[in-house]
C-alpha cells in the first residue's frame, strides 16, 4: 500500500527573508504510520505537485489556515481522479467542517495509535468521513522519532547554507493567550515527552542546528532545567519559543547550546527590556516577534515599539498584524463586536489586516505595518542581521569543535 504526503503551499510573509523549514507535523504523522506501507512526500515548498500518480491514500497535512483553501483544492482534484483523501493537522483541527466539504476523511487529534484503524478501513473499502480523536490525546511516551528519511533534505537550505531540523520536546501549552488557537486544540495541558526520548532523537539527527518548536519551554522549571541538562552532551545549536526568564535556566540554556529564541514583544516595558538583556548576556540571541493592531495600538504605540526595538537591539523582527484565527478569544471578540472584515483564509497569513482596528484604519494599520518591516531593518538589512546570527553559531561552534562546512550547491536544480 502506498500512502502520499502532501504538505500544501502557503503564502510567506511578504516581508520575510522567503526560508523554507521541513516541515514537522508529517513527518510526525509518518513516524505513527506502520513500516511496511510504503510513503512518498510532497512539500509543495519545495517539490512540484504531480496528479499523474496513483497513491492508494493522499494525505494531507495542514498547519495554518492560509494553507486551508490549497489543501482543498488539492483534495478535490485527488478525488476527482478517485484517489481517496484525508486530512489532519492544526488547520484541519480549526476548520474541520470545510475541510469535511472536500476531503473523504478527516481526522483530529493526534496521530499516535490511529493510524492502524485508519488504514485497516481504507482496505476494507469503509473510509469513515470523520477520526474523532480530538482532545483524546495519545499516552505522549507513544510518541516517537519523527520520520525525517521522507524528506528530501538537501531542498531546505538558506543560500547554501542547511536550514535547521525541528523537532519538539514537549505538546500543549499551559498559558492561553488573546491571539493563539493552543488553548482550543490542547486544552491547557503541558504534556512532556520523557527527556530520554528527546535526547534520543536530537542524537539520531544528522544536524547540529534544530528549532525545538514547542509553544513555550517555559511552562515547567524542573523540567526545562533536567532538560537542558540533559541535552547538553550533545553540543546541538538549537533555536526555540520562549525559555524562563530565570538566571540559572538561562545560563542551562546558553550551556545546552541554546542559539536564539523568539520573544513576543508587546510593549515597552522595563520587564522586556530586562528579559532581552539577559537572554543577550547569556549569549543567546533574540528574534522577536512583535504583533501589531491591539486595541490600544495608535500610530504613535507602533512609532514608540519599533524605535523601543532599536534602542534594545534585537538581533531580528518579525511583525505580524493580529489575525483573528477560528477558536482564539481575539476571533469571537472581534467577530462578537462586528469586526472581522472577510474570511478570506488566503489572506490570514498574518501580514494582512482583516478586521477593523480600534484606534485606525485598516489602510493606515496595513502602512504602520510595512513602516515597522522598513523602519526596524533601514540601518541594517535582515540579510545582514542572519548572517550576524549564523556568525555566532558559527563562532560556537568551532569553539566546541562541532562546525561542519556543509554548503549545499546553490545552482542545484530540481
Ligand atoms: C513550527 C511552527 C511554525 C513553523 C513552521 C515550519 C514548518 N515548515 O513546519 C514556522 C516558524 C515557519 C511557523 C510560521 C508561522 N506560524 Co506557526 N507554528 C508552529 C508550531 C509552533 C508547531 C507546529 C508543529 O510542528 N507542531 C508539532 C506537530 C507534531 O504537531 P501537528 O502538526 O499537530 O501534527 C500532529 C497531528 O496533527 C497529526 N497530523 C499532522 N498531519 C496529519 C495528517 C493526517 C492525514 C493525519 C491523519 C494526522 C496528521 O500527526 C502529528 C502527530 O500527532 C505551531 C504551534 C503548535 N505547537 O502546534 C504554530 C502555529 C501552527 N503557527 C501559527 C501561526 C499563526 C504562524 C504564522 C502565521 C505567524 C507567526 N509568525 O507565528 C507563521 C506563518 C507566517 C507565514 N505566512 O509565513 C498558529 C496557527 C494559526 C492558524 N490558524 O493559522 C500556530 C497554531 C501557533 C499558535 N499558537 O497560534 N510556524
Ligand atoms: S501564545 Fe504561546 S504561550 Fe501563549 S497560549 Fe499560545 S502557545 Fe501558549
Redesign the pocket.
Known sequence: MQVKIVYPK????PNQQEF???????V??AA?IPDDIEISFCDEHVDTLSFDDAPDLV???V????QVPRACEIADRYRALGVPV??????TM?HHEEMMQHADAV?LG???GHVEE?LADLRNGQLKPLYDFFHDFPDITQVGTARRSILNRERYNFHGVQMVD?I?ASRGCRFACYP???EFLGGRNFRPRPIAAVVAEMESIDNNRLFI?D?SLAQDDQWEKDLFRAIAPLKKKWISHPIKDDDEILSLAAEAGCWYVYQAVFDTSDVIRNRIKRLKDHGIGVEG?ILLGLDDHDEDTIKRLVDFLLEVELDLA?F?VLTP??HTRSRAELEKAGRILHNDWRR????EVVFQPALMSPDKLAEMHQYAWDTFYADCSQELRMARLFMNVMRKETADGTYKHRRISRDKKW
Not at 63 to 66: D, E, P, R, V
Not at 348 to 351: D, E, L, M
Open positions: 502557503w503564502p510567506k510573509l523554507h523549514l521541513p516541515p514537522h507535523g508529517p510526525c504523522f505513527a494525505a494531507l497535512s498547519m495554518l489556515t492560509c484525508i486530512a489532519g493537522g492544526i488547520a480549526l481526522f493526534e496521530a499516535e485508519i525541528l519538539h493563539c488557537c493552543t518548536v509553544n516577534t518579525e505580524t484565527f477560528p490570514y497569513t498574518a501580514s
